[in-house]
């Protein structure tokens, strides 16, 4: 799927022919302009580009539409003329994946996305079918702790424990899903699913960025 969106250009100064940045300023230019910049100025353009009303300005959104259109009218209250023929904003074409279709089913039973599991958006489209599931604890690999010794998960499905060991086996340490799924490729492994003592209703809302299972709603 494609979307028009767009970016902000550089601006002219009013009636010049060169870019500010093109020109060597004099010295006493650089104070000048400084002193115009002010803590509360600043604070009134970042609330309002940071505001619930931009609605995080997400990539595409309504709320960067917003952020553009303020940004744009604040050149215009300076006196600055825009670049090129689309005024301060020049568009492009945007790419976004979207996820038609998943499900998961263990040992006969269907698990619902969302719900009971999330997918990652980044994976590519394929079907697996599965005969053998190796819990490795927390899937984590190196030289004070090793999930996977003893283990063949060479083309098998790993699962995990989000999250690390209590203390003092995990004392200090920080492991996302990403760093599990490179260890888990390491030892061969065709697949890894997470397990989350719950999924939140905002993880749930946005999709995850994990394919996680949340074992408090099913018995696997």
Do not use: W
């Amino acid at each position: 799927m494609t979307k028009n969106t767009c970016l902000l250009l550089l601006a002219l100064v009013a009636g010049g022919s060169t870019l500010f940045a093109q020109q060597k300023p004099k010295a006493g230019d650089v104070s000048k302009f400084a002193s115009t910049i002010t803590a509360t100025e600043l604070q009134q353009h970042l609330f309002t580009v940071a505001g619930p009303e931009m609605e995080g300005r997400n990539t595409p959104s309504r709320g960067l539409e917003k952020a553009a259109v303020y940004i744009a009218d604040h050149f215009k209250s300076l006196g600055l003329a825009p670049v090129g023929a689309n005024g301060y904003q020049m568009p492009y074409m945007l790419y976004t994946d979207s996820l038609t279709s998943t499900h998961l089913e263990i040992n006969g039973k269907k698990l619902e996305e969302g719900k009971d599991f999330t997918m990652s958006m980044s994976n590519y489209s394929f079907a697996m079918n599965v005969g053998e599931m190796v819990f490795a604890g927390y899937g984590i690999s190196d030289s004070t702790h090793n999930d996977y010794d003893g283990l063949n998960v060479l083309g098998k499905v790993v699962l995990v424990l989000s999250g690390t060991p209590t203390p003092p086996a995990g004392a200090g340490r920080r492991m996302g899903f990403i760093n599990k799924q490179a260890i888990a490729a390491q030892h061969g492994a065709a697949a890894v699913i997470q397990v989350q003592a719950n999924l939140s209703p905002s993880f749930r809302a946005m999709g995850g960025n994990r394919p996680d299972v949340d074992l408090d709603k099913k018995s696997l």
